[in-house]
Protein backbone atom coordinates (compact mmCIF):
# COMPACT_ATOMS: atom_id res chain seq x y z
CA UNK A 1 0.00 0.00 0.00
CA UNK A 2 1.23 3.81 -1.13
CA UNK A 3 0.86 6.79 1.07
CA UNK A 4 -0.36 9.99 -0.30
CA UNK A 5 1.10 12.66 1.00
CA UNK A 6 -0.32 16.06 0.77
CA UNK A 7 1.15 18.28 -2.51
CA UNK A 8 1.53 20.98 0.56
CA UNK A 9 3.81 18.56 2.17
CA UNK A 10 5.63 17.19 -1.08
CA UNK A 11 6.26 20.67 -1.86
CA UNK A 12 7.77 21.80 1.42
CA UNK A 13 9.94 18.20 1.89
CA UNK A 14 11.22 19.24 -1.81
CA UNK A 15 12.11 23.01 -1.92
CA UNK A 16 13.43 22.13 1.69
CA UNK A 17 15.95 19.24 0.47
CA UNK A 18 16.85 21.70 -2.83
CA UNK A 19 17.64 24.43 -0.14
CA UNK A 20 14.71 26.64 -1.57
CA UNK A 21 13.29 27.18 1.77
CA UNK A 22 14.39 30.90 3.27
CA UNK A 23 14.58 30.82 7.16
CA UNK A 24 13.58 33.89 9.01
CA UNK A 25 16.29 35.75 10.88
CA UNK A 26 16.81 35.22 14.76
CA UNK A 27 14.94 38.82 14.80
CA UNK A 28 11.87 37.62 13.01
CA UNK A 29 11.72 33.88 14.88
CA UNK A 30 11.44 36.52 18.39
CA UNK A 31 8.65 38.67 16.88
CA UNK A 32 6.56 35.48 15.60
CA UNK A 33 6.49 34.54 19.07
CA UNK A 34 6.14 37.76 20.60
CA UNK A 35 9.36 37.62 22.77
CA UNK A 36 9.94 40.44 23.82
CA UNK A 37 12.75 39.92 25.94
CA UNK A 38 14.62 38.58 22.58
CA UNK A 39 13.78 41.31 20.62
CA UNK A 40 15.15 43.58 22.65
CA UNK A 41 18.34 41.58 23.21
CA UNK A 42 18.84 41.23 19.54
CA UNK A 43 18.31 44.96 18.45
CA UNK A 44 20.66 45.66 21.13
CA UNK A 45 23.01 43.76 19.51
CA UNK A 46 23.03 44.67 16.37
CA UNK A 47 20.46 42.82 14.70
CA UNK A 48 19.11 44.78 12.02
CA UNK A 49 14.76 45.25 12.21
CA UNK A 50 14.25 46.34 8.56
CA UNK A 51 16.22 42.60 7.25
CA UNK A 52 13.40 41.28 5.18
CA UNK A 53 13.55 37.20 5.49
CA UNK A 54 11.68 34.60 5.00
CA UNK A 55 9.60 33.12 1.98
CA UNK A 56 8.03 36.18 1.56
CA UNK A 57 11.25 38.62 2.66
CA UNK A 58 9.39 40.20 5.47
CA UNK A 59 10.43 42.67 8.16
CA UNK A 60 10.15 41.29 11.77
CA UNK A 61 7.49 43.74 11.98
CA UNK A 62 5.43 42.39 9.15
CA UNK A 63 6.44 39.24 10.87
CA UNK A 64 5.07 39.49 14.09
CA UNK A 65 1.39 40.88 12.32
CA UNK A 66 1.56 37.99 10.86
CA UNK A 67 1.52 35.90 13.95
CA UNK A 68 -0.69 38.30 15.36
CA UNK A 69 2.01 39.66 18.28
CA UNK A 70 1.01 42.53 18.65
CA UNK A 71 2.80 43.64 21.33
CA UNK A 72 6.01 42.34 19.81
CA UNK A 73 4.81 44.73 16.60
CA UNK A 74 4.44 47.65 18.67
CA UNK A 75 8.10 46.95 20.17
CA UNK A 76 9.73 47.20 16.48
CA UNK A 77 7.93 49.76 15.54
CA UNK A 78 8.90 51.81 18.59
CA UNK A 79 12.34 50.12 19.10
CA UNK A 80 13.20 50.75 15.21
CA UNK A 81 11.98 53.48 13.64
CA UNK A 82 10.36 51.87 11.00
CA UNK A 83 10.96 54.05 7.47
CA UNK A 84 7.81 54.89 6.15
CA UNK A 85 7.54 52.50 3.30
CA UNK A 86 7.56 49.76 5.72
CA UNK A 87 5.21 51.16 7.75
CA UNK A 88 3.10 51.35 5.01
CA UNK A 89 3.18 48.40 4.18
CA UNK A 90 2.67 47.27 7.65
CA UNK A 91 -0.42 49.60 7.41
CA UNK A 92 -1.75 46.88 4.35
CA UNK A 93 -1.04 44.05 6.02
CA UNK A 94 -2.89 44.82 9.56
CA UNK A 95 -5.64 46.19 7.58
CA UNK A 96 -6.29 42.99 5.48
CA UNK A 97 -5.95 40.97 8.87
CA UNK A 98 -8.59 43.46 10.76
CA UNK A 99 -6.30 44.42 13.35
CA UNK A 100 -7.67 47.62 14.58
CA UNK A 101 -5.58 48.47 17.31
CA UNK A 102 -2.62 47.74 15.07
CA UNK A 103 -4.16 49.65 11.94
CA UNK A 104 -4.12 52.72 14.61
CA UNK A 105 -1.33 52.53 16.24
CA UNK A 106 0.52 52.84 12.65
CA UNK A 107 -1.54 55.58 12.00
CA UNK A 108 -0.52 57.16 14.84
CA UNK A 109 3.65 56.29 14.15
CA UNK A 110 3.11 58.15 10.46
CA UNK A 111 1.81 54.94 8.32
CA UNK A 112 0.42 56.63 5.27
CA UNK A 113 -3.40 55.92 4.75
CA UNK A 114 -3.84 56.50 0.88
CA UNK A 115 0.15 54.73 0.03
CA UNK A 116 -0.28 51.82 -2.54
CA UNK A 117 1.05 48.06 -2.03
CA UNK A 118 1.37 46.04 -5.10
CA UNK A 119 -1.31 48.04 -6.55
CA UNK A 120 -3.86 47.94 -3.21
CA UNK A 121 -4.97 50.08 -1.03
CA UNK A 122 -5.06 49.64 3.23
CA UNK A 123 -8.15 50.57 2.82
CA UNK A 124 -9.15 47.93 0.43
CA UNK A 125 -7.24 45.35 2.31
CA UNK A 126 -9.55 46.06 5.12
CA UNK A 127 -12.89 45.63 3.61
CA UNK A 128 -11.58 42.77 1.16
CA UNK A 129 -9.90 40.88 3.83
CA UNK A 130 -5.88 39.39 3.30
CA UNK A 131 -5.36 37.03 0.68
CA UNK A 132 -3.53 34.44 3.10
CA UNK A 133 -3.97 31.42 4.37
CA UNK A 134 -3.34 31.74 7.41
CA UNK A 135 -6.13 34.60 8.27
CA UNK A 136 -9.76 33.62 6.04
CA UNK A 137 -12.23 36.67 6.01
CA UNK A 138 -12.80 37.09 10.47
CA UNK A 139 -16.21 38.46 9.49
CA UNK A 140 -17.55 41.89 9.12
CA UNK A 141 -17.68 43.16 12.68
CA UNK A 142 -13.65 43.49 12.52
CA UNK A 143 -13.06 44.50 9.15
CA UNK A 144 -15.87 47.06 9.45
CA UNK A 145 -13.77 48.52 12.66
CA UNK A 146 -10.64 48.50 10.48
CA UNK A 147 -12.27 50.13 7.51
CA UNK A 148 -13.36 52.74 10.01
CA UNK A 149 -10.61 53.43 11.82
CA UNK A 150 -8.95 53.85 8.28
CA UNK A 151 -11.49 56.85 7.59
CA UNK A 152 -11.41 58.26 10.69
CA UNK A 153 -7.98 59.17 10.13
CA UNK A 154 -8.14 59.68 6.30
CA UNK A 155 -12.01 60.70 5.34
CA UNK A 156 -11.13 61.23 1.70
CA UNK A 157 -10.00 57.68 0.84
CA UNK A 158 -11.64 56.22 -1.93
CA UNK A 159 -12.09 52.21 -3.21
CA UNK A 160 -10.49 52.40 -6.55
CA UNK A 161 -8.65 50.45 -9.49
CA UNK A 162 -9.12 46.95 -9.29
CA UNK A 163 -8.47 45.93 -6.22
CA UNK A 164 -11.40 48.78 -4.40
CA UNK A 165 -13.72 46.84 -6.88
CA UNK A 166 -12.70 44.02 -5.84
CA UNK A 167 -12.68 44.67 -1.84
CA UNK A 168 -16.42 46.14 -2.63
CA UNK A 169 -17.84 42.80 -4.07
CA UNK A 170 -16.08 41.13 -1.35
CA UNK A 171 -18.25 42.83 0.97
CA UNK A 172 -21.04 42.55 -1.04
CA UNK A 173 -21.15 39.06 -1.43
CA UNK A 174 -20.11 38.79 2.63
CA UNK A 175 -23.78 41.18 3.15
CA UNK A 176 -21.66 43.45 5.42
CA UNK A 177 -24.22 46.01 5.01
CA UNK A 178 -22.47 48.46 7.86
CA UNK A 179 -19.13 48.31 6.01
CA UNK A 180 -20.89 48.96 2.85
CA UNK A 181 -22.73 51.65 4.19
CA UNK A 182 -19.42 53.72 5.15
CA UNK A 183 -17.91 53.06 1.62
CA UNK A 184 -20.68 53.57 -0.60
CA UNK A 185 -20.98 57.03 1.49
CA UNK A 186 -17.29 57.77 0.95
CA UNK A 187 -18.34 57.17 -3.02
CA UNK A 188 -21.27 59.32 -2.94
CA UNK A 189 -19.33 61.91 -1.48
CA UNK A 190 -16.88 61.85 -4.41
CA UNK A 191 -19.91 62.11 -6.96
Request: proline content about 5%.
Amino acid sequence: MRAIVPPALALAVTLALSGCVMRVSPLAAAARRGDLAEIDRLIAAGDDPHQGSGVNGWTPLQHALHKGQQGAALRLMKESKAPSAELDQALFMAAGYAQTAMVQALLAAGADPHATVDGGSALANGAGGAFDLDYAFSGCGPHTETVRALLAAAPDLRLSGVSGGTAHRAAEDRHCTEMLALLDRKTAAKN
